[in-house]
């Protein structure tokens, strides 16, 4: 029998050590305590029950910060025993030469990491702490071990002019792929969107055409990680930028679980369906098989926010 | 990493700093795009590096791809 494919979006760890003005995690938006910890076993039993009824095809460990959790090795070594793709997202300031290595065996095959610009105060500014030298570092050091290494860019109004810079340094380290986020303003960007600023779509569309130039010599990829509605001219034109697209659909194949095992349909959302302990299994196979409707309420942050936030600033 | 025979490979220090230099010069850079002569040096080190790591030859125009990069694409005013 062919199992439904699943591709999971793990936080694994709710705690990070640092505090990204940016940060989606709805958790920290300061009204709601933490998402509890699931135990290595809990977790791992929950995994195995899924994976009796899906097929994972890949997995992205993050958090918080996954490399706080004692147990990482545990979840990778789970996952690469069912040859699943494991992707780490990590800020990078734990992240040692030989904790690289260590992931590397143990089946990490791609290292996320941010890089919000190429000024070190403007990006420190941004994660909320001294992190954008540990980055650099680490990206190097990932680049050394034969790993892949995939920067993360997250744009604000304080720092999109400065993309086509870091694709031009990620030039440098010889990437080949860079993914740019708008600001989500859940989370803790819900509290800091107002000095950080949520572009545009027409903004982003002009500064992607300039980045799609230098990427192409590059020969780098640029994947938009959330929707953004291009100018269609402008996308014409690109041959180095991918759009994305929002996972929340019928029958849709990414799903998030939380450091709790609650499953929800999009890291930017509280709202959880159940968990992977409970009933929360039987709804996403019902999603996967049968393609139950959803509900626009389940759009929550991402699409509606931005939307309104732009309308009011009268961007779009 | 191991040595070429044809250039001096630098190591994780000196390619780190020639990320931190490189990072500078695109910074400082807001009205202009860097001129390929600001960071030459900073090239030529990181595609000896590339080189390494990539298990790949040497760019065999130097560093012209790296230049265009930051030479090649200006940014609209």
Redesign the interface.
């Known amino acids: 029998m062919t199992l439904p494919q699943v591709e999971l979006w793990m936080e694994v760890e709710p705690s990070c050590n640092l505090h990204c003005q940016f940060c989606y995690n709805w958790w920290r938006e300061g009204h709601k305590p933490s998402p509890l910890r699931l135990s290595t076993g809990e977790l791992l039993a929950g995994l195995r029950d899924l994976s009796r009824n899906v097929q994972y095809t890949s997995v992205t460990l993050s958090g918080g910060e996954p490399l706080l959790r004692d147990d990482l090795g545990v979840i990778v070594e789970f996952f690469s025993a069912q040859s699943v793709s494991v992707i780490l997202a990590t800020n990078g300031i734990l992240l040692s030469q030989s904790r690289i290595y260590e992931l590397n065996n143990l089946g990490v095959g791609t290292f996320q990491l941010p890089l919000h610009?190429?000024?070190?105060d403007m990006h420190d500014q941004l994660a909320g702490g001294r992190s954008w030298?540990r980055a650099?570092?680490a990206l190097?050091?990932i680049?050394?071990a034969?790993a892949k290494a995939v920067v993360v860019f997250v744009a604000t109004n304080l720092n999109i002019s400065?993309f086509?810079?870091v694709v031009?340094?990620c030039?440098?380290?010889?990437l080949s792929d860079i993914i740019f986020n708008r600001l989500i303003p859940s989370g803790m960007a819900a509290r800091s969107q107002s000095y950080l600023g949520v572009p545009g779509d027409q903004e982003i569309s002009?500064i992607l055409f300039?980045a799609d130039?230098?990427a192409r010599?590059?020969h780098l990829t640029i994947h938009l990680g959330v929707p953004v509605a291009v100018d269609p001219e402008i996308q014409a034109k690109m041959t180095s930028v991918l759009p994305a697209s929002c996972p929340i659909s019928r029958g849709q194949r990414r799903w998030t679980i939380g450091a709790d095992g609650t499953i929800r349909r999009c890291s930017h959302a509280e709202k959880a369906i159940g968990t992977i302990l409970d009933g929360g299994l039987r709804h996403l196979l019902d999603e996967l098989l049968v393609q139950i409707p959803y509900s626009r309420g389940d759009h929550v942050n991402c699409c509606h926010i931005i939307s309104a936030n732009l309308v009011r600033l009268g961007k779009n | 990493m191991q040595k070429s025979d044809e250039l001096d490979v630098p190591n994780r220090e000196q390619v780190i700093a020639a990320l931190e230099r490189l990072s500078r010069v695109l910074q400082d850079s807001v009205d202009q795009w860097p001129n390929v002569q600001a960071v030459r040096e900073e090239f030529q080190v990181l595609d000896a590096w590339r080189a390494v790591v990539d298990k790949s030859q040497p760019d065999s125009q130097g560093n012209a791809r790296l230049s265009y990069v930051c030479n090649g694409s200006k940014p609209k005013a």
């Open positions: 610009s190429t000024s070190e030298r650099l570092e190097v050091d680049r050394e034969g400065g086509p810079r031009a340094l030039g440098a380290l010889g002009d300039q130039s230098i010599e590059a």
